[in-house]
């Protein structure tokens, strides 16, 4: 069964700091791999996603990686600011039945 | 503007009752999702919903329904018979299973 898992659950960190959010997931089977963003209280905002086939995918500051055989995701941020406090969560679809799987997500602080 | 539209955004319930929580979208979007949202984990899946007059149940579907009548609405029931209801409820489509997913604004739901 496909797990997904985002660690660390919380980072704070001080503004203009690059960072890197973290997601592994247990079954290389996937079709594809999404990160979004949810505000407090809000719905989620679709960030980026990566087919299988792809090795990166960039919007703006946001770079994310995908490396299947090992498991894992990574979506850097670049020279943070604040306006980018939010949970930022990762889902994969797997390949067997197109079941989308979630993380539980990273709760990003940006201090100003 | 094109875009998933889920109301209320406030819901308050009481003991025995069953509720219908509204979503709505223009994107002409085939695949359609229910997701319960509790707070440090990530989004369980309620019911899915690839055509219209199909539906599916996904992990935690008991004491809930669904409809799917138009393609552009998918309305989801909460029925005293869901014994914990208090979450947030997201609604999201996709044009299939495999494509982006958008996301509503979510629905609160208290029982009182």
């Known amino acids: 069964k496909q797990e997904v898992t985002q660690i660390p659950a919380a980072l704070s960190v001080p503004e203009g700091e690059n960072l890197v959010l973290n997601c592994s997931f247990t079954d290389s089977a996937i079709y594809n791999l999404q990160w979004f963003r949810q505000d407090p209280g809000k719905g989620l905002t679709s960030l980026l996603l990566?087919?299988?086939s792809q090795r990166e995918q960039t919007s703006g500051r946001l770079n994310a990686s995908l490396d299947k055989s090992s498991g894992r995701s990574t979506l850097y941020i670049a020279a943070s600011q604040p306006g980018d406090s939010a949970t930022y969560l990762c889902?994969?679809?797997?390949?067997?039945?197109?079941?989308?799987?979630w993380g539980a997500g990273t709760k990003l602080i940006i201090k100003p | 503007d094109g875009g998933i539209t889920q109301s209320p955004k406030y819901l308050f319930r009481k003991e025995g009752q069953n509720v219908t929580l509204s979503c709505e979208q223009n994107?002409?979007?085939?695949?359609m999702y229910w997701y319960r949202q509790d707070p440090g984990q990530g989004l369980r899946l309620i019911y899915y919903s690839q055509i219209v007059n199909d539906f599916q149940k996904g992990d935690i579907a008991e004491g809930y329904s669904v409809s799917r009548e138009k393609k552009e609405s998918f309305p989801l029931t909460v029925t005293s018979a869901q014994k914990n209801p208090t979450a947030f409820y997201l609604c999201?489509?996709?044009?299939?299973?495999?494509?982006?997913?958008?996301f509503g604004q979510g629905t609160r739901l208290t029982v009182v």
């Open positions: 994107l002409n979007h085939d695949a």
């Open positions: 889902a994969v679809v797997t390949s067997s039945n197109y079941q989308l799987i």
């Open positions: 999201a489509s996709s044009l299939n299973r495999v494509t982006e997913a958008f």
């Open positions: 990566i087919q299988s």
